[in-house]
């Protein structure tokens, strides 16, 4: 169903003068040129106070020179295109007859109509199928650009950039920079505080159409999407290409809906996508569960191997950051079907089972998709080392936390998303104020990947060969002289360490974290 705006906007670019009086029909489905030998026998048994029921919906386009019936106009939406309105025609103008002035035949007007009732249809269509593929915002957004023919962009209350139309630009510097920056500088948060704008954000209801306000040349329309008490997002469409009208505002309504819709599966979805699995591992995670053969069972009903190596990472609010913990962990089960979600409080953990030969295989396809969520989403994302199996999960706990406490933001290897990892942050551990057990050390160190080496997990040979070349500072030539091979055999042999384990080695983090676990390791 097309609402009637957006067919009456239609209307008015096919014609020069549109004449009513009142029109009642709320949405319109097809359009029909209408055929007095077919209609004939349905007028006699029409109701003269409103539309049918198999009329409901229905738009029909007949020759203003015909002959006219008000029982017939009355059933459904009625259009009278003429070259002329004039007062013969007028005079027949009763609820939902609209006359019209335009030089298309009455065919090719009715055509006009039932094309833009299609497209209309064709786009929320695809909507749908965005929703049903549990799609994100940008997608929504990027199907609606030829719909809207205006900039759109989505926010959320922290003023951070979740998405926007990128096939559409708007040549204003303050949108420029809110797109190059994914957050709202100082100066337009201030803005925003002064003229009290999130107070109406946060009470708003509907799509609102605004005039433009000071320092801004486009008015604009918006929508509030509420996903929890603190936490809401804002729609925003700057009319800079597309005047405002009533249809452009009911086109903007019907995306609004569809994003609606689809944040609140999210959240209705939410209980049932983690209660199963977030309470058993929740109690792991805190060490209130030890009994390897109740982990065992509860591992297989996940489809968990509990004895797997596996890593887990942590999302935190960043200071200052309003967050949606539900909302958030939803989108990360949905891009990692295979590692369990675990929502707790304000923060979010992600278990990551991994293959026991190849420990370090997932970890580019997992910070892929972890990394820029937790940008947009207003996360600090930490990770801690691997650990060995589901029963080492509150020392994975105790790894992370550490990560995000006493390291830095920074990718393993050129290429991957930046994020605290506890390999490059195992020395401040160790060394720490609060300095962890023994046991947690030597199992810390063992995880790590000099640890893996030593323990028969590469090639013979390769974890003298990494002590070699730390020991010689990196250095390719020295490190050859040491082990009696040519520079280039070095420089292979780093490589394909690096390749397997998705990490700089020789980056000055990394190997000192490495060489602490080498002396640990004895």
């Not at 290409?241 to 009533?246: E, I």
């Amino acid at each position: 169903m097309v609402p009637l705006p957006i067919l009456m906007d239609c209307v008015a670019e096919a014609s020069s003068t549109i004449a009513y009086r009142q029109l009642t029909v709320g949405a319109v489905a097809w359009v029909d040129l209408w055929d007095d030998g077919a209609a004939a026998g349905a007028g006699a048994a029409a109701d003269d106070d409103g539309p049918a029921d198999g009329d409901a919906g229905r738009a029909v386009v007949r020759a203003a020179s015909g002959a006219f019936d008000p029982a017939e106009d009355r059933r459904c939406l009625t259009f009278l295109p003429c070259e002329d309105a004039d007062a013969a025609t007028l005079a027949h103008l009763g609820r939902n007859v609209v006359a019209v002035e335009t030089a298309l035949s009455p065919l090719a007007f009715a055509q006009r109509l039932q094309a833009c009732v299609l497209e209309v249809m064709e786009w929320e269509r695809s909507l749908d199928q965005i929703a049903l593929a549990e799609g994100e915002l940008q997608d929504f957004l990027t199907a609606s650009e030829a719909a809207l023919g205006n900039f759109v962009n989505i926010s959320d209350s922290s003023f951070r950039l979740i998405a926007y139309t990128r096939g559409i630009v708007l040549d204003d510097p303050t949108v420029t920079a809110f797109i190059e920056r994914g957050y709202h500088d100082e100066e337009a948060v201030a803005r925003f505080k002064a003229t009290r704008a999130m107070e109406r954000w946060k009470r708003q209801r509907k799509s609102e159409y605004h005039e433009p306000p000071e320092g801004k040349k486009y008015p604009f329309i918006n929508y509030v999407f509420r996903v929890n008490r603190s936490y809401y997002m804002q729609m925003v469409m700057t009319c800079h290409r597309t005047p405002f009208t009533p249809g452009l505002l009911a086109r903007f309504d019907i995306l609004a809906r569809h994003i609606q819709q689809h944040i609140r599966r999210f959240d209705t979805l939410r209980e049932r996508t983690f209660e199963k699995s977030a309470a058993f591992l929740l109690d792991v995670l805190r060490g209130n569960v030890s009994d390897t053969r109740l982990i065992a069972q509860q591992a297989r009903r996940l489809r968990i191997d509990a004895d797997a190596p596996l890593r887990l990472y942590e999302l935190s609010p960043a200071d200052g950051a309003e967050t949606a913990v539900t909302w958030s962990a939803r989108r990360i089960a949905s891009r990692l079907p295979d590692c369990p979600v675990l929502p707790h409080e304000d923060r979010i953990f992600v278990v990551t089972p991994r293959r026991p030969d190849s420990p370090w295989l997932d970890d580019a396809r997992i910070e892929a998709a972890l990394a820029p969520l937790a940008r947009s989403d207003g996360y600090v994302l930490a990770a801690s080392g691997i650990v060995g199996g589901l029963a080492r999960l509150p020392l994975a706990l105790e790894q992370a936390v550490a990560a995000r406490v006493l390291g830095t933001e920074a990718p393993l290897a050129e290429g991957r998303p930046a994020l605290r990892h506890f390999e490059l942050s195992f020395l401040p551990y160790a060394l720490g104020r609060n300095r962890p057990s023994t046991g947690a050390l030597e199992a810390a160190a063992r995880g790590s990947i000099i640890g893996f080496l030593r323990g028969g997990g590469g090639a013979r040979g390769d974890a003298d060969f990494l002590a070699c070349l730390y020991e010689h500072h990196c250095r390719t030539a020295d490190t050859a002289r040491a082990l009696g091979v040519h520079r280039n055999t070095v420089a292979n042999r780093l490589r394909a360490l690096e390749e397997r384990f998705g990490a700089s080695l020789t980056a000055p983090a990394l190997e000192q974290s490495l060489r602490a676990a080498e002396v640990l390791l004895g």
